[in-house]
């Protein structure tokens, strides 16, 4: 008979995840979005730096302030929030045993958030831009900080316990 895989019960009991399976399982996650967004954005840096380099209309001309500032910010913050994931796999692991309960879940989940909503947030907003406004798309951003808000506090309320 097939060996049951590690971490899960028999056939006949409702599968369940040992803690310290399912702490694996978010390490492993935030270490991915971290690593993962640390290469898109750093790569975006290196687009914007192509774009100064062969002075683009459309980003380096007068009056594409808005889309400069706002792509400027997506990159920022997308690379700064890579690191923060890759901060929260680090602290999870620091944690140990003690990094279990629902702040994780909260945490990770509006952590993960954040990471897509900041700085697509700046991204979209610079695609379209009206003048000195950006686009639609920058109301993602203040989403973004409010779930960062809440997966930095999550952390800090475990820290505190
Ligand atoms: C961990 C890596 C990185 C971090 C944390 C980072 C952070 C930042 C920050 C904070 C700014 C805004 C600076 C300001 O407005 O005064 C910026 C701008 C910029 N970065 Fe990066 N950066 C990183 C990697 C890179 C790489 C690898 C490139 C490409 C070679 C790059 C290209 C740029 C460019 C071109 C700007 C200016 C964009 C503009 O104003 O049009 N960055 N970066």
């Known amino acids: 008979m097939a060996k049951e895989p590690e971490g899960k019960s028999s056939a006949t009991e409702a599968p369940t995840?040992?803690?310290d399976g399912?702490?694996?399982w978010y390490i492993r996650k935030h270490l991915l979005v971290g690593w993962g967004a640390l290469l898109l954005f750093v790569t975006l840096g290196v687009v914007l730096e192509s774009l100064h380099g062969f002075k683009v209309a459309w980003y380096h001309n007068v009056g594409m302030e808005t889309r400069r500032l706002t792509?400027?910010?997506a990159h920022a913050h997308g690379t700064f929030l890579a690191v923060v994931n890759l901060a929260f796999a680090m602290t999870l692991y620091v944690l140990g045993e003690s990094a279990?309960?629902?702040?994780r879940r909260i945490a990770s989940g509006c952590l993960l958030g954040a990471t897509i909503a900041?700085?697509?947030g700046f991204f979209l907003g610079g695609v379209v831009i009206y003048g000195g406004d950006p686009g639609l798309g920058i109301f993602l951003s203040p989403l973004g900080a409010v779930l960062l808000v809440i997966a930095v506090?999550?952390?800090i309320y475990r820290m505190l316990r």
């Open 71 to 73: 792509w400027r910010l």
């Open 118 to 120: 900041l700085p697509a």
């Open 153 to 155: 506090s999550a952390t």
């Open 100 to 103: 279990q309960g629902a702040w």
């Open 22 to 24: 399912e702490r694996q």
């Open 17 to 19: 995840v040992t803690e």
